[in-house]
Antibody, heavy 117, light 110 residues
Framework: QVHLQESGPGLVMPSETLSLTCSVS????????WGWIRQPPEKGLEWIIY???????RYNPSLKSRLTMSMDTSKNQFTLKLSSVTAADTAVYYC???????????WGQGTLVTVSS | QSALTQPASVSGSPGQSITISCTGT?????????ISWYQQHPGKVPKLMIF???HRPSGVSNRFSGSKSGNTASLTISGLQAEDEADYYC??????????FGGGTKLTVL
């Protein structure tokens, strides 16, 4: 059974870059697409990005200019970077596996990232 | 990229059936069958309940079913149980090759 685990700082200063890593076990990240979804406190889900190890990537248009995603197949993990963060980027960030019908079938536990000085 | 439209809340009594709607446009739900539904209990991780409009992942109760008509997708829960009380989110692929979620619906079991 696939297991995903997010890691990274829980507090980021405004204007800096948020960086999170998702470590995967039970499946190779060379299979399927892998991505990120976030959820601001008391609000709904927002899709951020997903990527295939071949390099194929799709971005949320509203975040695209600030986003970078990379994959390290040797470590079976992938990383999200979101630059120039503001308080509006405060959210629980989930990493997830995206399967063939574009559904996210496996999710990490989520990590709360707060943007504040 | 606008969020799909869901009712903020729905409610039903145990044993009843309820339906949650998810309205999009001809650029997403109206064109593609890449429609999924997720259940999220408070403080928990979202769980995939339906994919490809009406398919259930292994382990999901057959009390959950999905459908689509025009620009609107629907999730129906039959034989409502207390454990079904949660937030539900729809998602769809779009003509921009992106994904979009609905705003979420809070289901209350009376």
């Amino acid at each position: 059974q696939v297991h995903l685990q997010e890691s990274g700082p829980g507090l980021v200063m405004p204007s800096e870059t948020l960086s999170l890593t998702c470590s995967v076990s039970g499946d190779s990240i060379t299979n399927y697409y892998w991505g990120w979804i976030r959820q601001p406190p008391e609000k709904g889900l927002e899709w951020i990005i997903y990527m295939h190890h071949s390099g194929s990537t799709r971005y949320n248009p509203s975040l695209k200019s600030r986003l970078t995603m990379s994959m390290d197949t040797s470590k079976n993990q992938f990383t999200l970077k979101l630059s120039s963060v503001t308080a509006a980027d405060t959210a629980v960030y989930y990493c997830a596996r995206r399967k063939f019908d574009l559904e996210f079938d496996s999710w990490g536990q989520g990590t709360l990232v707060t943007v504040s000085s | 990229q606008s969020a799909l439209t869901q009712p903020a809340s729905v409610s039903g009594s145990p044993g009843q059936s309820i339906t949650i709607s998810c309205t999009g446009t001809s650029s997403d739900i109206g064109t593609y069958n890449f429609i999924s539904w997720y259940q999220q209990h408070p403080g928990k991780v979202p769980k995939l309940m339906i994919f490809d409009v009406s398919h259930r992942p292994s382990g999901v109760s057959n009390r959950f079913s999905g459908s689509k008509s025009g620009n609107t997708a629907s999730l129906t829960i039959s034989g409502l149980q207390a454990e079904d009380e949660a937030d539900y989110y729809c998602s769809s692929y779009t003509s921009d090759s992106t994904l979009v979620f609905g705003g979420g619906t809070k289901l209350t079991v009376l």
